[in-house]
Each structure stands twice: as structure tokens, then as C-alpha cells.
């Protein structure tokens, strides 16, 4: 019953951090407050972990109670494309998070980063909803080429291996998970190891210049470069959990894997609210 409580506790505790989060922001808003680029995709990762959260609950709910179950096919696409638009879209996200900072904390002398640079505030909306049309294309592309899964109870032993969220089922399938997952990990890695080279090259130039390792506005670049080490972190080691689903593995193997994607927009939303001190007052 343990396990059974955190698959459905978990994603309950992600929806009410992601509504949380976005009532903040749209409190801000009302009041006259212009969201900036980062409060604006901190929202469309927010937004995106309310649809995997609520879809996860719903899923979890059907494997505990046989009663309910999804007659129609229709209802499972319903849910598998809900989950897996709320995991794209997150990775997308994050990776855009990673590629604004990079863009905002490094000085470009000319070219096409320059100009990126002086226009990437107005470029961040339309970035976000280029990168959610293009997760929804995605997941509907994965969740209608899937083949229909019955939901089972994940702690029935002699089961546990045949259950998984992300099972893939063909190669094109494959692909379309790795695309969306490895593509912004890698994204997000190399800028955000940009950033931590360059923040640490001018904490030595301030310590050697000025005798200390910086002021309060060096502290909020180092908090963002721990933020978005943190999301990818995560994101890989549950993009790891994936992968390693589609192997002969132990039951614990699944079970733990099972807590993890139930939990991935609870753990995912503290890091942005540990973040952000707009959401931390």
C-alpha cells in the first residue's frame, strides 16, 4: 500500500507546487507586473508539469482500483499523451532555461550570438511556444504509435516487469524519446558548463583584483548556475531510469523507477521554487 499511496500522493504533491507556482506569478501579473523571460518560462514549465501530474495521478489512481478501467482506447492515448507532453515539454523547457542564462551572463564582442543576445528578451515567448507546439507534435507522434498498454498494478511482483510508463515499443518510438530527452540534456550541459567556467574565471579575476570572490550580483549567477545543475541532474538520471526500463531488471529496479517518474514534477518544481526568490518569499 506503500507504494500504491506515493504513486498517487507524489503527483498530487507536483500539482499543487505547479499551481502554486503559476498563482504566484499570475498574482504578480494582476498587480501590474511585468513577468520577465525567466518568470516566463519558469510558468510554461509550471503549466507543463500540471498536465504530467494531473495525467500521472489519473494513471496511477486506474493501476490501484481494478475497477476502473480504460475501456476505450482513446482514454489511454488521453493519458499517455498528457504524461509524455508534460515530460518533452519539460526537458525543452529546461534546456531554454539553460540557453537564456547562457546567453544573459556571457558578453559576445559580434555575430549572431551579439544580436541574439540584445533581442533574446523579446525571443524567450516566442521560443516557448515554438517549443510546445513542438513537444505536442512529439508526444503525439509517440502516444499514437504506441502500442495500447493494459495499466497494471506496478507492486504485483509477477508483473513488475511487464509495466512501464515508457515502454517503448519500436524504434521510432525510441527515437522519438531519446531525440526529446538527450537533445536539451545536451543543450543544457554545454551551456550551463559555459557558465560555470566563465563564473569561475571571474570569481579568480575578482579575488585576485579586489581580494574577495564578488559581490551579491556574482551570488545570484552562482545560484542560477547550482539551479540549472541541479535540472540537469535530474532529468538525466530519470532519462537513465528510462532507458533502463527497456532491460531485463529486478522488481526493485521498477519499483524505484516507478517513485521516480511519479515524482518527476514534485522534485522538479522545488528546484525551481529553491531557485527563485520570488517564489521562496
Not at 144 to 170: H, R
Request: hydrophobic residues 50%; charged residues 10%.
Amino acid at each position: 500500500m506503500i507504494l500504491e499511496a506515493i504513486g498517487i500522493v507524489n503527483p498530487l504533491q507536483g500539482l499543487f507546487l505547479n499551481v502554486f507556482i503559476m498563482s504566484v506569478n499570475f498574482q504578480y501579473w494582476m498587480r501590474g507586473d511585468i513577468l520577465n523571460p525567466i518568470d516566463q518560462i519558469i510558468v510554461a514549465l509550471s503549466f507543463s508539469g500540471i498536465f504530467y501530474s494531473l495525467a500521472k495521478c489519473a494513471k496511477n489512481t486506474i493501476a490501484l482500483c481494478p475497477i476502473l478501467t480504460l475501456s476505450v482506447r482513446y482514454d489511454y492515448y488521453i493519458l499517455e499523451f498528457s504524461i509524455t507532453y508534460g515530460f518533452f515539454s519539460s526537458c525543452w523547457l529546461s534546456a531554454c532555461l539553460c540557453w537564456f542564462f547562457f546567453m544573459k551572463m556571457n558578453n559576445f564582442k559580434a555575430g549572431g550570438l551579439l544580436w541574439m543576445k540584445m533581442k533574446i528578451d523579446a525571443l524567450v515567448l516566442r521560443l516557448i511556444l515554438a517549443l510546445e507546439l513542438f513537444s505536442i507534435l512529439n508526444s503525439l507522434l509517440y502516444s499514437f504509435t504506441s502500442e495500447i498498454k493494459t495499466i497494471v498494478n506496478v507492486t504485483a511482483s509477477a508483473k513488475a516487469n511487464q509495466t512501464s510508463d515508457y515502454k517503448l515499443g519500436n524504434v521510432f518510438n525510441t527515437g522519438l524519446l531519446i531525440f526529446n530527452c538527450i537533445i536539451p540534456i545536451l543543450i543544457s550541459t554545454v551551456t550551463t558548463g559555459h557558465i560555470i567556467v566563465s563564473l569561475y574565471k571571474h570569481t579568480q579575476r575578482m579575488k585576485k583584483n579586489m581580494g574577495d570572490g564578488g559581490g551579491p550580483s556574482l551570488e545570484v549567477h552562482k545560484k542560477a548556475a547550482c539551479t540549472l545543475t541541479s535540472i540537469i541532474i535530474f532529468n538525466s538520471i530519470v532519462f537513465a531510469m528510462m532507458m533502463g526500463m527497456t532491460l531485463p531488471t529486478a522488481n526493485i529496479f521498477n519499483w524505484i523507477s516507478y517513485t521516480l517518474f511519479s515524482s518527476y514534477a514534485f522534485v522538479l518544481s522545488i528546484i525551481l521554487i529553491l531557485g527563485n526568490s520570488r517564489l521562496l518569499q
